[in-house]
């Protein structure tokens, strides 16, 4: 009861608080704007970051394989290095490898009915397991293994196969290429192509490569503690094996610090920090001195300084979290919008970038209070009297 | 008048060090007794509102004592002062300091809601407050739609919501015309000072002086003598 009692009590000062800083229209609507512009940009360009991560990483995810063998040199799906079969012999024959399959991945051009021609990228199977295999929304997997069968991919890139039907046609490198079904997968890739699946060997076949073919061996371990020992054993023979979530990271590493992306999203996040704090800061601090003697007299009246302290922190507090949730909320009208324009729009807000805005907006308002809250602590109430 | 209300001992009070030392208030002794309406009159830069800021626990005196109610306000921590200024001492200040985003109720109920009221019994005790200074109309009005005669009036309900001992007026009529201040004055004169209060006004208003028991001189940081009211004629 006394708790209840304490925190109505606190209630009332708060109250008070909330009034002085809503009442202020202009003001208020200055400090809201400031923070949400400040929220909007950094949640943007986290978001537009992660959407591009995404996808990078989005064939790992879709074929969903626990560890994935790869030269040591790749750094990204998209730029494999071929290996020689015989590291799938070797792969297969470590103590803690339950199975081991190959798996092809690289682009091609395909000629579609209207004559035109459109890239795409070819992920081939293992004809044994058809391990990796995605979703089918429409077809029979079985009819993979029929003549010049394709699965078509139903993304946001689908559409750029001019619709195709079960039964479709297309040309690939002077071979015919059939529509068998359709799939789903968890997400689309990052370079605006639509993806076909098929078996490795007819990938092999109808994709003119290099000696080797093998893009990446896909393994599934006995167990989670036979990992690190596979690990060990492929990196003896030259290459390395990764966990999913280690290739995804990789992966998205190179993309940070190794293409500029990550530096100019950081250096965008930055300066949308920077905008909000200016604005905000700036905002708040006007709003202070203008409520200086009024404040003031709240001390002269006999409100504590712990109570002032209080007020300041609980405006500073409800500004950002308003803010805060009106940037979020437009940013996340803005990319469903974008999305409804252009299926291929690489944004995903997820709960890192909200986190990131959060803390942000937190050191924001805390900045901007921390200097309110030194001339409201500093004021005399004599100057009150003094007029 | 019995009981003292404020023991004013010996107060000095300085400004700037070295050079610039300037002295406002030099060695003041003075009682204000319960019941009391008490004037402290004189020219601008004599030392009224400092020494009114030190009596009322606002600024801390460089040497002598303030007793109110047999406790030495000076020998009080911080926050044990600023409770006496909430319990005990009511302010009306110059330019009223209203909060011009509240509306007068809400202004009135600030000194209780300070001392942990609840938010609607506070309101409701300031309307009670507004209706004895005759604005109960007004309670929802912010404070930049009454006249000034008005907002002087807000700020007095807002000294007495507490239901303080002392009050405390700095310049009561200056911002006010003759009749609006000399009103202002007759009604804290009939309905705000009571036997169990004292009211000590900083004031260079002649206009007012009829209504004071008691007029205390000031001149150069000290008091230049002390006399008792004109009778005031109803």
């Known amino acids: 009861m006394k708790v209840v009692r304490s925190v109505k009590a606190w209630l009332g000062i708060l109250r008070i608080a909330y009034k002085l800083l809503t009442n202020d229209r202009p003001k208020f609507a200055a400090l809201i704007v400031g923070i949400a512009f400040a929220v909007f940009l950094m949640v943007q360009m986290t978001s537009i970051f992660a959407g591009i991560l995404g996808r990078a990483s989005s064939t790992v995810t879709n074929i969903g394989a626990r560890v994935w063998v790869m030269d040591p040199a790749v750094k990204t799906v998209a730029n494999n290095i071929p290996m020689p079969d015989y590291v799938l012999d070797a792969v297969r024959s470590i103590d803690g490898v339950k199975f081991a399959v190959p798996l092809y991945s690289g682009g091609a051009l395909v000629r579609l009915q209207s004559g035109s021609y459109q890239a795409v990228t070819v992920v081939g199977l293992d004809e044994g397991s058809l391990y990796g295999r995605p979703e089918l929304v429409e077809g029979k997997i079985e009819d993979l293994y029929a003549e010049n069968a394709f699965i078509a991919v139903r993304d946001a890139e689908f559409s750029k196969l001019e619709k195709p039907q079960i039964g479709s046609e297309f040309e690939l490198n002077d071979h015919r290429g059939v529509i068998i079904g359709f799939a789903k997968v968890t997400s689309a890739g990052l370079f605006g192509t639509p993806t076909l699946y098929t078996t490795y060997k007819r990938a092999i076949q109808y994709i003119p490569s290099s000696r080797y073919t093998i893009s990446f061996i896909l393994v599934e371990p006995k167990s989670n503690a036979d990992i690190q020992y596979i690990q060990e054993q492929i990196r003896r023979i030259g290459y390395i094996a990764m966990t999913r979530e280690g290739f995804v990271s990789k992966i998205a590493r190179y993309y940070m610090f190794q293409t500029g992306l990550g530096t100019n999203i950081l250096i965008m996040t930055v300066v949308s920090f920077i905008v909000g704090l200016s604005i905000s800061g700036q905002t708040f601090y006007t709003f202070i001195l203008e409520n200086r003697e009024k404040f003031g007299a709240l001390k002269a009246i006999g409100a504590k300084g712990r109570e002032l302290l209080a007020m300041i922190l609980f405006q500073a507090a409800f500004t950002a979290m308003m803010g805060y949730g009106l940037g979020v909320g437009l940013c996340s009208l803005l990319i469903a919008l974008a999305k409804l324009r252009l299926p291929n729009y690489a944004a995903s807000i997820t709960y890192i970038n909200l986190g990131i805005a959060f803390i942000m907006v937190v050191i924001i308002a805390g900045i901007s209070s921390c200097i309110g809250i030194r001339k409201v602590v500093n004021i005399e109430p004599f100057e009150t009297f003094r007029g | ?234």
């Not at chain 2, 002794?29 to 004189?42: K, Q």
Request: proline letters at 3%.
């Open chain 2, 1 to 234: 008048m019995t009981a003292t209300a404020v023991k004013a001992m010996g107060l000095v009070k300085w400004f700037g060090e070295g050079d610039v030392k300037t002295y406002a208030v030099r060695d003041v002794s003075f009682e204000a007794y319960f019941g009391e309406m008490l004037y402290i009159v004189g020219p601008s830069g004599s030392g009224k509102t400092t020494l009114l800021s030190m009596i009322s626990g606002i600024l801390r005196p460089d040497d002598g004592s303030v007793l109110v109610d047999n406790k030495m306000i000076w020998s009080l921590s911080n926050d044990q002062i600023a409770d006496f200024r909430l319990k005990s001492v009511g302010f009306v200040f110059q330019d009223y300091h209203l909060f011009p985003r509240l509306t007068t109720a809400e202004n009135v109920a600030i000194p209780l809601i300070l001392r942990r009221e609840n938010w609607d019994n506070a309101i409701k005790t300031a309307k009670e407050y507004l209706e004895i200074v005759g604005l109960k109309e007004r309670a929802e009005l912010t404070p930049r739609k009454l006249s000034g005669g008005e907002q002087q009036r807000v700020a007095i309900a807002r000294a007495i919501a507490g239901r303080p001992d002392i009050l405390i007026f700095d310049e009561p009529t200056a911002s006010l015309d003759g009749d609006t201040g000399r009103k202002i004055v007759d009604f804290i004169k009939k309905d705000v000072l009571n036997d169990r209060r004292c009211i000590i006004i900083v004031t260079h208003d002649g206009r007012i002086y009829e209504y004071a028991d008691r007029i205390m001189q000031m001149e150069d940081g000290r008091i230049s003598g002390t006399e008792q009211g004109a009778p005031h004629e109803e």
